[in-house]
């Protein structure tokens, strides 16, 4: 009994299985008549389907074009960076990464060097670059600037990879021409923004409380995250690293400031040969600024003269006291060749405008008469890197 429901189920399947391969038989028999175009082909006779060519845009401006053509060639130089730090936990002792921040930067030669702005990885135990094709590596500090801002990373990416942006210069700028900003605010990579040159010649302080003079002023968009990313012309050439914002709420308010890539170029350039800046220095200490003003005083005021400096040599007078006990003030420089000097931070400014081994003219004030006296600058290491 048993053995007979067996064969009947057997032999229901069978006779649905032929039905339905005969029915689909006519069916694909009927397609082919009412559309050939249906037709199954081997695969030998397939023809590989081309991808629609991309519509050409022929409605755009010749502005729109150019700002289109400036980004693509530019992006590929512009990179995102990612910080983090290592925290271990106290009971376990198991070590945590934990993202700490974000920023732009740019490619600036094709060895892998990486021009950021120092407050964008300041703190952070890791920096991962991300390039333009998504691909990351993780980042080496080459040295930093502390009062310039800027700071030098290097990656080991393939030479087919790195696209250093092209250079321009700042000291001829006018207000009122075209500037571009790419950079990755609040994490958003690859963005554009544009507006104008608003000031020149501006004046912020760097995270150490150094002015940094000369300053570009733009109304380009810049948020945070755009940070150590580059400032272009029209022609696509780098004139400025976005550093700082002007704005009550942390947000893009309309003004920007960007680091004029004239000082980053002698800045970048000591950090990659020698991991610090070289700076022409006087050798001599001066007085705290807030002791300075608070005695009535102007200009740089001498506090102490070091062994075998180019001061030193040149008669250039410390402070001291006498027999009696009492301070005598020294030597007060109040100009650099033409540069009037007022404060300690003037002298510092005006003497980058020179190198090691040059001689430039003091204007001193000794015992209330003014003097001229020449003196050979030296070099110091600063804002050491490694």
């Known amino acids: 009994m048993r053995f007979k429901l067996i064969v009947r189920i057997l032999s229901w399947a069978i006779f649905f299985a032929f039905g339905y391969l005969l029915g689909k038989a006519q069916f694909s028999k009927d397609v082919e008549e009412i559309h050939p175009e249906h037709r199954t082909e081997t695969i030998s006779e397939v023809v590989p389907l081309e991808a629609p060519a991309t519509e050409i845009r022929t409605d755009l401006n010749e502005d729109e074009k150019a700002t289109i053509n400036l980004f693509e060639n530019s992006a590929p130089s512009v990179v995102f960076i990612s910080t983090s730090n290592y925290r271990q936990d ?32 300041q703190d952070a135990d890791k920096a991962i670059v991300t390039l333009a094709d998504q691909t990351s590596y993780e980042a080496d500090l080459v040295g930093y600037a502390l009062e310039k801002d800027l700071a030098i990373l290097k990656i080991d990416a393939p030479r087919s990879k790195l ?149 030193e040599k040149a008669g250039i007078k410390p402070a001291y006291r006498n027999d009696r006990g009492r301070f005598i003030i020294g030597d007060i420089i109040t100009g650099v060749e033409d540069e009037k000097i007022k404060t300690n931070n003037d002298l510092q400014l005006a003497l980058e405008n020179f190198k090691e081994g040059d001689r430039v003219i003091l204007l001193v004030r000794r015992d209330e008469k003014e003097i001229k006296i020449p003196v050979v600058l030296g070099s110091t290491r600063q804002d050491r890197g490694r």
């Open 163 to 311: 696209i250093p942006i092209p250079i321009g210069e700042s000291e001829n700028l006018l207000v009122g021409q075209s500037v571009f900003a790419i950079g990755n605010p609040f994490g958003l990579d690859q963005t554009l923004t544009t507006g104008i040159i608003s000031a020149l010649g501006r004046e912020i302080k760097a995270r150490s409380g150094v002015p940094i003079r000369d300053v570009i002023q733009t109304d380009a968009a810049i948020n945070p995250g755009n940070s150590g990313g580059p400032l272009l012309d029209s022609n696509g050439k780098l004139i400025g690293v976005n550093t700082a914002i002007y704005s009550p709420s942390g947000a893009y308010a309309g003004i920007g400031f960007s680091i004029p890539v004239d000082q980053v170029n002698w800045v970048v350039s000591d950090l990659i040969e020698f991991g610090y800046v070289q700076r022409p220095t006087l050798g001599v200490g001066l007085f705290n600024q807030s002791t300075v003003s608070r005695a009535g005083l102007e200009g740089a005021v001498i506090r102490s003269v070091e062994e075998g400096s180019g001061a």
């Open 90 to 121: 106290f009971w376990t002792r198991d070590i945590t990464e934990i993202p700490s921040g974000s920023g732009s930067g740019f490619i600036w030669d094709n060895k892998g060097h990486i021009v950021t702005n120092l407050h964008v990885i």
